[in-house]
């Protein structure tokens, strides 16, 4: 089976990252999530990442560098990471779709949420990626 993308946003800000709780399906619901969505076929990672933040979150968006790796989602999907970054003058982000609650997390704040059970590598690699992971570990054995 061809590989799907889905692209999640490591959307920062003032040093914090945002994180967005799923209202749907059931399954997924109450878990908190990068928020992001599906490449469509011709679309690149970035244009999907861009598009999918202006449709849930009504925001202006770029695209930064990809963090590395990918995670395994429900077959055919995978993961796959981007930093980004709100554009000058977007608006503040807003549960539009598929999200009911956004909180912009700070470094030590990071694992207050409970992620998706397949998210928690992504965000620990995120971490890690932007030097972030020292201190806030998920065993509290950190200072924050
Ligand atoms: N956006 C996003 N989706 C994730 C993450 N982790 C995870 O398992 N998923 C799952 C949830 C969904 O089944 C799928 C992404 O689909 P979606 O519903 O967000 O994307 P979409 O807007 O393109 O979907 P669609 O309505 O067009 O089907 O990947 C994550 O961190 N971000």
């Known amino acids: 089976m061809t590989e799907r993308i889905v692209v ?3 959307l920062l800000d003032g040093g914090c990252l945002l994180a967005a709780r ?9 878990r908190w999530e990068l ?22 979150l009504g925001v202006a968006a770029e695209a ?3 963090v590395p790796g990918q995670w ?7 993961l796959q990471v981007w930093t980004a970054r709100l554009r ?4 503040a982000p807003a ?12 470094p030590g704040q990071i694992w207050d ?9 992504a965000v620990e690699r995120v971490l890690a990626h932007l030097g972030l992971e020292a201190g806030t570990g998920r065993n509290g054995t950190g200072p924050g």
């Open 113 to 121: 949420v409970p992620w998706l059970d397949q998210d928690v590598p």
């Open 22 to 30: 799923r209202s749907a399906p059931a399954e997924l619901a109450g």
């Open 35 to 56: 928020p992001g969505g599906k490449v469509e076929p011709g679309e690149t990672p970035e244009a999907a990442l861009v598009r999918e933040l202006r449709e849930e």
């Open 72 to 78: 395994p989602l429900r077959a055919p999907f995978v």
């Open 95 to 106: 549960p539009l779709e598929d999200h009911d609650e956004l909180r912009w997390l700070t």
């Open 64 to 66: 930064g560098g990809r």
């Open 88 to 91: 000058p003058g977007s608006a």
């Open 8 to 10: 999640g946003a490591a």
